[in-house]
């Protein structure tokens, strides 16, 4: 589709942003990819139920500087964590990031087992977007967290 | 056959002027799918019972539904095609009948074995379609779509051999859930009325998703019943109605009245069933005690409702008439007629992220509040369809798909 969001020069990062394997849902992924793009960053857009092969050989070999990961059905938490080892197998020391509506009950605190599953953020409460954005521009000026 | 036909009992309720309430409802283990199930008959409305499944299940991922299972995770549906027939039919053992038809709900662009599953159980009402479930869930070509349920089609057609009367309902009202101008939701829905018929389904329901203004909605509906009574007058069909599909109310308060105006779209437009939402939508999956609720505000609502009524003609028929006979003159078969029209990009749906998709449509939600198209593409739509539209950024694509919880949460 056609997103024709301005864009600047500066600090632009490389983004894929993707749906976990058994999640149907777009609009979060069409809406990061506003965000993102808005705030001058380069996004390629995998869509809904990507399979976990096709997600690590994109990122393979797209070698981006930041992977997005969404998904708000409540399979999430249990899709994430299976894909991150064999994301973290072609993307040794790239970040990435999850978030959304990971479970079924819509408890949250499953932050603690994804980031000790390896991943870097989380972003699962009320303020999820301003925390992302927070991070991305963290991220372009050049800081880990 | 257990239970009657789903589509005779959805007319017999409307003969009796009875708006079957059905939920959304899938839970993984067999006694608590029962369980819901059970509720759910027992709820004192006329309602039609669901088993949704889980969408693992859905993309075909059978491993992971296995795995899931043998480690006690979560699922979020009933995953019918990995517990046996016999699991299934005991689930639904002196709870599906007559008086209460059951149908499977599931999402997937290749529903074969589903279809498989639920004959097997003895269940013979499904839904979905082959651009309604391909486009926005999957990452299926739309041609495999089309064969996956023309097969499909053919599976549930056999059983009328074993004196079964299958019936399948469209998807097609729903469409990304929001933000589908409604002449594409209409025309999606009688054109996979008219694939399922191609492919032998003599009982289907036609689909419509609430949108954002109650009187284009009632106009939806009429140019639905106009066109499904040209194109399908030999077979029996009916029309299932959609509580909003988009970003719900999060306030009780708001998520209640907009289940309650849907049951008053359903009146007053002559829908024969209506598929609801529950006040936990925008936080997670319900419990069963939230959807039985639910199902008795909407049967309630539907009781004090009126039908009919004025419904002006904004062009919405005319929209959906252009597109359905566009599409329909590409192939005299319907399926390859869908491959090509997607192709062209005669259907095409905004925001639809799917591969074949073409992507060259937006709409929004006008200062109105009404669904407008601000780009056609290539829809075989007069170019005046679409109407000036403020800058596409990810705030104003963010309220437009707010708009309705905005509006009820206030």
């Known amino acids: 589709m056609e997103l024709d969001a301005a864009?600047?020069?500066?600090?632009?990062?490389?983004?894929?942003v993707s749906g976990l394997a058994?999640?149907?849902?777009?609009?979060?992924?069409?809406?990061?990819?506003?965000?993102?793009?808005?705030?001058?960053?380069?996004?390629?857009?995998?869509?809904?139920?990507?399979?976990?092969?096709?997600?690590?050989?994109?990122?393979?070999?797209?070698?981006?500087?930041?992977v997005v990961l969404s998904s708000v059905n409540g399979h999430g938490f249990q899709d994430a964590r299976r894909v991150i080892g064999p994301l973290r197998a072609r993307l040794a020391s790239t970040p990435v990031v999850v978030g959304g509506k990971l479970g079924v009950d819509g408890a949250g605190g499953r932050a603690a087992a994804l980031l000790a599953a390896g991943f870097d953020a989380v972003?699962?409460?009320a303020d999820a977007i301003t925390s992302f954005r927070r991070y991305v521009d963290r991220l372009a000026a050049g800081v880990r967290s | 056959m257990t239970g009657g036909s789903f589509g005779d009992i959805v007319a017999r309720a409307a003969a009796a002027g009875e708006l079957v309430v059905q939920p959304r409802m899938g839970v993984a283990g067999p006694a608590a799918m029962r369980a819901g199930l059970t509720a759910v008959r027992e709820a004192g409305v006329r309602a039609a019972g669901t088993i949704t499944v889980d969408s693992f299940t859905r993309v075909g991922d059978h491993l992971a539904v296995r795995r899931a299972l043998a480690a006690g995770a979560e699922l979020n549906g009933y995953p019918i095609a990995a517990h046996s027939p016999e699991t299934t039919r005991s689930v639904l053992d002196g709870?599906?009948?007559?008086?209460?038809?059951?149908q499977v709900r599931h999402g997937s662009a290749c529903p074969q074995k589903i279809v498989a599953a639920l004959l097997a159980a003895g269940l013979h009402a499904t839904e979905g379609g082959p651009l309604s479930y391909c486009l926005p869930y999957s990452r299926v070509p739309v041609a495999e779509s089309v064969r996956a349920w023309a097969e499909?089609?053919?599976?549930?057609?056999?059983?009328?051999?074993?004196?079964?009367?299958?019936?399948?309902?469209?998807f097609g009202g729903c469409m990304m859930g929001q933000l589908c101008p409604p002449s594409l939701l209409v025309a999606i829905s009688v054109l996979e009325?008219?694939?399922?018929?191609?492919?032998?389904?003599?009982?289907?329901?036609?689909?419509?998703?609430?949108q954002t203004d109650p009187d284009q909605d009632a106009e939806a509906v009429a140019a639905l019943r106009t066109l499904a009574a040209e194109h399908l007058s030999d077979v029996d069909w009916h029309v299932v109605l959609y509580t909003y599909m988009g970003v719900f109310p999060r306030t009780p308060r708001g998520a209640t009245a907009l289940l309650e105006r849907s049951a008053e779209l359903a009146v007053r437009t002559g829908a024969e069933r209506l598929i609801v939402k529950t006040t936990a939508e925008a936080h997670r999956i319900p419990t069963v005690a939230e959807n039985v609720a639910a199902l008795v505000t909407a049967s309630a609502a539907a009781a004090h409702a009126a039908p009919g009524g004025p419904v002006d003609d904004?062009?919405?028929?005319?929209?959906?008439?252009?597109?359905?006979?566009?599409?329909?003159?590409?192939?005299?078969?319907?399926?390859?007629?869908?491959?090509?029209?997607?192709?062209?990009?005669?259907?095409?749906?905004?925001?639809?992220?799917?591969?074949?998709?073409?992507?060259?449509?937006?709409?929004?939600?006008?200062?109105?509040?009404?669904?407008?198209?601000?780009?056609?593409?290539?829809?075989?739509?007069?170019?005046?369809?679409?109407?000036?539209?403020?800058?596409?950024?990810?705030?104003?694509?963010?309220?437009?798909?707010?708009?309705?919880?905005?509006?009820?949460?206030?």
């Open chain 1, 22 to 66: 058994s999640d149907a849902h777009t609009w979060n992924l069409v809406y990061l990819q506003l965000v993102l793009e808005e705030m001058g960053h380069r996004v390629t857009n995998l869509g809904a139920c990507v399979p976990d092969g096709l997600l690590t050989s994109t990122c393979g070999q797209a070698a981006p500087d930041l």
């Open chain 2, 193 to 210: 009325g008219l694939f399922f018929r191609q492919h032998g389904i003599d009982s289907m329901s036609l689909s419509y998703a609430q």
């Open chain 1, 7 to 16: 864009r600047q020069d500066t600090a632009r990062l490389d983004i894929v």
């Open chain 2, 95 to 102: 709870v599906h009948g007559p008086e209460f038809p059951v």
């Open chain 1, 123 to 125: 972003f699962e409460d």
């Open chain 2, 152 to 170: 499909s089609c053919l599976l549930l057609s056999d059983a009328r051999e074993r004196g079964a009367r299958p019936h399948l309902e469209s």
């Open chain 2, 314 to 410: 904004t062009g919405v028929l005319a929209e959906a008439r252009a597109l359905v006979d566009a599409v329909l003159d590409l192939a005299p078969d319907v399926g390859i007629a869908l491959v090509r029209a997607v192709e062209r990009g005669y259907l095409d749906v905004p925001f639809c992220l799917h591969q074949d998709n073409a992507g060259r449509t937006r709409a929004f939600v006008d200062g109105d509040g009404r669904l407008q198209w601000s780009r056609t593409g290539a829809l075989p739509l007069p170019a005046d369809r679409a109407v000036p539209a403020a800058d596409f950024t990810a705030d104003e694509l963010l309220r437009s798909l707010t708009h309705v919880e905005r509006a009820f949460d206030r």
